[in-house]
């Protein structure tokens, strides 16, 4: 397959990583200083391209690991739906099964979901300390920016790639089209996971 580099930019909403910056960050991450939790929760926003409020807000009783879905109730957009889940995600996910809680990434203190707030805090940690991956300009956000361009540069059609981040249809498509391609989200985001798996290989 043909790849072609993602032009950078640090403008507001612009920026995704690179095919060279994404395979540093899939090295990197493993190994970080990140704690477990905002560990996980980063890769998963990675192989789902949901929102990092949305990741946080996960909880178990929404999860079905046989139909290896998320059910996300309350959204930016206010549109419930089911967030498709790549065999990599469902894998990492069921071995936090261990440990009963309500949430997938709870603070330990509070027994409430972690907050956005706290996994910017972690990365603004590992820089004050020197851990963080030398990547520049980057936020968690990125990431699922990065998926959505990603998912565009493997061929996946237009309308799935959107339906992918939950993105909201406007206009006359908004309207008529009220199919939700769950089908074929789930296809591409295990499209999308292998792809992240041959750049770690």
Same mark, same amino acid.
């Given at each position: 397959?043909?790849?072609?580099?993602?032009? &950078?930019? +640090?403008?507001?909403?612009?920026?995704? &990583?690179?095919?060279?910056? !994404? $395979?540093?960050?899939?090295?990197?991450? /493993?190994?970080?200083?990140?704690?477990?939790?905002?560990?996980?929760? $980063?890769?998963?926003?990675?192989? $789902?391209?949901?929102?990092?409020? #949305?990741?946080?807000?996960?909880?178990?009783?929404?999860?079905?690991? @046989?139909?290896?879905?998320?059910?996300?109730?309350? *959204?930016?957009?206010?549109?419930?739906?089911?967030?498709?889940?790549?065999?990599?995600?469902?894998?990492?996910?069921?071995?936090?099964?261990? $440990? /009963?809680?309500?949430?997938?990434? #709870?603070?330990?203190?509070?027994?409430? /979901?972690?907050?956005? %707030?706290? !996994?910017?805090?972690? +990365?603004?940690?590992?820089?004050?300390?020197?851990?963080?991956?030398?990547?520049? %300009?980057?936020?968690?956000?990125?990431?699922?920016? *990065? @998926?959505?361009?990603?998912?565009?540069?493997?061929?996946? /059609?237009? #309308? @799935?790639?959107?339906?992918?981040?939950?993105? +909201?249809?406007?206009?006359?498509?908004? *309207?008529?089209? &009220?199919?939700?391609?769950? @089908?074929?989200?789930?296809v591409w985001l295990q499209k999308w996971a292998d792809y992240l798996d041959t750049l770690i290989k």
């Amino acid at each position: 397959m043909q790849q072609t580099k993602i032009k &950078l930019t +640090s403008q507001s909403g612009k920026r995704v &990583l690179s095919e060279d910056e !994404l $395979t540093q960050f899939l090295h990197w991450l /493993p190994q970080s200083k990140y704690p477990k939790n905002v560990l996980l929760l $980063t890769l998963l926003t990675l192989l $789902t391209g949901c929102r990092t409020g #949305e990741v946080c807000e996960m909880a178990w009783e929404n999860v079905d690991l @046989v139909k290896g879905t998320i059910h996300l109730k309350d *959204t930016k957009t206010g549109s419930e739906r089911h967030v498709q889940l790549p065999s990599q995600a469902i894998v990492f996910i069921d071995a936090m099964c261990s $440990t /009963p809680k309500n949430y997938l990434f #709870e603070a330990k203190r509070t027994n409430r /979901p972690i907050s956005q %707030h706290f !996994l910017n805090e972690s +990365s603004n940690r590992l820089r004050k300390l020197d851990q963080m991956i030398d990547i520049p %300009h980057w936020t968690p956000h990125d990431l699922r920016r *990065t @998926v959505r361009t990603g998912l565009g540069r493997l061929g996946c /059609p237009s #309308e @799935v790639a959107e339906a992918i981040p939950g993105h +909201s249809r406007k206009g006359i498509e908004g *309207t008529y089209d &009220l199919y939700r391609y769950e @089908v074929e989200c789930k296809v591409w985001l295990q499209k999308w996971a292998d792809y992240l798996d041959t750049l770690i290989k």
